[in-house]
């Protein structure tokens, strides 16, 4: 039977990636079993199921996996925010600081309209640069409700206080 505690150890961490002192964690290592990956997305669905969630939107690239999933499972449209250049139509972009520079996330003006109710999913939270980034592209569009979801949420790093307080956020495993 899986719970919550099999999923967090199936969660692999690697010390000093992507440099000394960084404790990656590597949710791969989850999706990599078919009835722990079913247990993520069946608990997140869960979460949203009653919420009328008309797009889903994943963070390029990890949150391309589990987004497609909820969208499906949600009866929702998927929509991908991607690094730049990657798009091939017209699209709004949103630059954001990283601890160690910048970077940006492009959208197609075309993916939502003012009638959408938005999950946003990424894979993981850690300093919010990147969801802050997100959120502020979908505002762009006008849409009547915006929720954000994690599978992980790096509590120690305080990326949720970087997010805005309207704007309701769940994470499924917290470390």
Sequence with gaps: MIDLDIVKKSIRN??????PGIHFKDVSTSYQDG???????SAIHEHYKDLGI?????IESRGFILG??????????????????????????????LEYGFDTLEIHRDALDSDDIVLIHDDL?????????????????????IYVNFFVQLDFLKGIEKIDPTVQTWSLIHF
């Design 125 to 145: 939270l850690a300093t919010g640069g990147t969801i802050g980034a997100a959120i502020d592209l979908v505002r762009k569009f006008g849409v009547s409700k």
């Design 54 to 58: 008309t797009k889903v939107i994943g």
């Design 68 to 97: 497609g999933i909820l969208a499906d499972k949600l009866s929702a449209g998927f929509i991908p925010i991607r690094k730049p250049g990657k798009l091939p139509s017209e699209i709004y972009s949103q630059s954001y600081e």
């Design 35 to 41: 009835e722990i990956m079913n247990f993520i997305s």
């Design 14 to 19: 690697i010390p000093d990636f992507p440099k």
